[in-house]
């Protein structure tokens, strides 16, 4: 008997990982309950008004710049309910955020795709090692795991961004005399 056709093989393995990414989404979305919702809805928000507003051209950085931006919405949500002394702990990163997304969204640029890559690169260690430290099923475990995968999602889209402006800088290149 014939082994099966490689693409229906890579359907399978691709069907396989859907399924597994439900799953673990799922028990995330469990775990976490509020905490997931509103920076999932946020990236969503962001990104559906992303899709009316941006020329073709520029919703290259969509997802990049959504799950960014979802996030610092996420965070400033979090300060406007609960104040100053939120703002201490996380004034810094919406500073960061604000910048990188301006100027994401204004001039799609490797420079931008560097300081958020940077900024979620340091954010993501220091809160996997809070999230580790937590108690497991406490608020605060439960916020740092979003945290944790949001940064993560971050940085895998802002690496798929950096290599498609990686290659149109390379093209774009190759066209000048």
Avoid at 10 to 21: C, M, N, Q, V, Y
Avoid at 91 to 106: K, S
């Amino acid at each position: 008997m014939s082994d099966l056709p490689t693409a229906q093989k890579e359907g399978h393995a691709s069907k396989t990982l859907g399924i597994f990414g439900w799953i673990m989404g799922a028990a995330a979305g469990i775990y976490s309950g509020i905490n997931l919702l509103i920076p999932l809805f946020a990236t969503g928000a962001v990104w559906w008004v992303g899709e009316r507003l941006l020329n073709d051209e520029k919703k290259v950085i969509l997802p990049a710049f959504s799950v960014n931006a979802g996030h610092c919405l996420w965070l400033a949500l979090g300060v406007a309910l609960t104040g100053a002394g939120a703002l201490s702990a996380v004034g810094a990163d919406l500073i960061v955020y604000a910048i990188g997304l301006i100027w994401l969204l204004l001039k799609p640029s490797l420079g931008s795709l560097y300081l958020l890559g940077i900024f979620q690169l340091l954010s993501v260690g220091i809160n996997g090692y809070s999230f580790a430290e937590a108690t497991i099923g406490s608020a605060t475990h439960k916020a740092l795991l979003v945290h944790v995968i949001w940064r993560a999602m971050s940085l895998f889209f802002m690496l798929k961004l950096f290599l498609i402006l990686k290659k149109e800088s390379k093209t774009n290149a190759a066209i000048t005399p």
